[in-house]
């Protein structure tokens, strides 16, 4: 089985910077469709960005377009997330997600046990 392992949240303020990361076991993972979620208080658990196995294909929610920058290093079994000019309503639980396809479709197969990201007005 796969096992997901995020790391990389943290406190920032407004208009600042963090890099997620996520390590992925398992001599798959090249051929893994991977994906970032997130999860705030109160709301339910929302897409961020996907990446196809071989990272030619990426998907963003238009509300972080321009902000956000997903990546995979199939050699380190790692996918990122880029996260710049963060704001408030960023703040969230993030989780890494694996699909085992080489592309993203229907739910996803794998999750990790998320990182907080907190952003201060």
């Known amino acids: 089985q796969v096992q997901l392992a995020e790391s990389g949240g943290g406190l920032v303020q407004a208009g600042g910077s963090l890099r997620l990361s996520c390590a992925a076991s398992?001599?798959?993972?090249?051929?893994?469709?991977m994906g970032w979620f997130r999860q705030a208080p109160g709301k339910e658990r929302e897409v961020v960005s996907t990446?196809?196995?071989?990272?030619?294909?990426?998907y963003y929610v238009d509300s972080m377009k321009g902000r956000f920058t997903i990546s995979r290093d199939n050699a380190k079994n790692t996918v990122y997330l880029q996260m710049n000019s963060l704001k408030p309503e960023d703040t969230a639980v993030y989780y890494c997600?694996?699909?085992?396809?080489?592309?993203?479709?229907?739910?996803?197969?794998?999750w990790g046990r998320g990182t907080q990201v907190t952003v201060s007005s």
């Open positions: 398992g001599r798959t993972f090249s051929g893994y469709a």
């Open positions: 990446i196809s196995c071989g990272g030619g294909n990426t």
């Open positions: 997600a694996a699909k085992a396809r080489c592309t993203w479709y229907g739910p996803s197969d794998y």
